[in-house]
């Protein structure tokens, strides 16, 4: 799929995005962020459900229930089937999601897709009868290199040196927002037409399995607010580089990769409304106390 925008402007821009905001973000992260999760595992349980289970349930439910096309159902799956988007725990934060739960929720979700994705992959082929695979080393090597590398260096930097993540923090805050802000536009300008040659129904899919998959992630997140804004946002957002890298390496149609770039764009226009709802209700509840 190639748009108006050249290829290595749109990978470089996304690559330098997502290493800066999983950087600045493991800068934020505490060892007593981590420690405290741990403690209390009835939520990343429950979390972990919705990202990894119910998402991909829900979107072979409705994609069945709608009957698209198999190459669009495909697309849609695949990219079900792929958690821990970079920009979902920056969005859960920024929403009011609890830090040190969605951090280690992402975390988690990330390391478990090397297993589950392989797994689901496989059970997939006996569902529509194809021979699509890819190995535990190709998940792992992408989820290390985009996220857990850079959050990981953020990390042992505050670690290291509490003062000096203290002041870098906040900079690296405002210049991934900026980057985030670039790379949005980037990637809208270059799959607009893409997204709106989908078809109304595969669109409608994929809006559709967003909000479900907020809404489970919202109820499977429990009683505190800000544990269900980050189970609900980590949900919700699935991982387009995954899903483009399982189609890359089984040679899928340019139909598949249509579909998981509409699913990219459609599923951040469906989060918005949520991520101001949610961070609307933080702000309101900071002004009661």
């Not at 040196?161 to 900079?171: E, T």
Request: with cysteine; charged share 10%; proline share 7%.
């Amino acid at each position: 799929m190639s748009g108006p925008i050249p290829e290595w402007v749109v990978t470089v821009s996304a690559a330098i995005t997502v290493l800066t905001v999983m950087f600045g973000l493991g800068l934020a992260i505490s060892p007593a962020d981590l420690h405290w999760i741990w403690r209390r595992p009835g939520p990343m349980l429950r979390g972990l459900l919705a990202v990894l289970v119910a998402v991909p349930v829900l979107a072979l439910g409705i994609t069945r229930f709608l009957e698209l096309p198999r190459l669009a159902e495909i697309g849609i799956v695949l990219m079900a089937i792929s958690p821990g988007a970079p920009v979902a725990l920056l969005r859960s934060v920024a929403a009011g999601g609890h830090r040190a739960f969605a951090s280690s929720l992402q975390i988690a979700a990330v390391m478990l897709a090397v297993v589950s994705m392989p797994l689901t992959i496989a059970a997939l082929d006996q569902l529509y009868e194809g021979a699509a695979s890819i190995t535990p080393w190709e998940v792992a090597r992408q989820v290390f290199l985009a996220q857990l590398a850079p959050l990981g260096l953020g990390f042992a930097l505050r670690h290291a040196s509490a003062p000096v993540a203290a002041r870098l923090q906040p900079r690296l805050k405002r210049i991934g927002t900026v980057l985030l802000f670039v790379t949005v536009l980037i990637v809208l300008i270059d799959v607009w037409e893409t997204t709106v040659t989908a078809g109304f129904r595969v669109l409608t899919a994929i809006a559709l399995i967003t909000c479900a998959a907020l809404a489970v992630g919202h109820f499977l997140g429990g009683p505190e607010p800000a544990m269900r804004t980050a189970v609900a946002i980590t949900s919700a957002a699935r991982n387009t580089g995954l899903a483009l890298l399982v189609a890359a390496l089984n040679a899928a149609p340019p139909a598949i990769d249509g579909t998981i770039l509409a699913y990219l764009v459609v599923s951040a226009l469906a989060i918005a409304p949520y991520s101001a709802w949610r961070r609307a209700s933080t702000r309101t509840s900071c002004l009661g106390r």
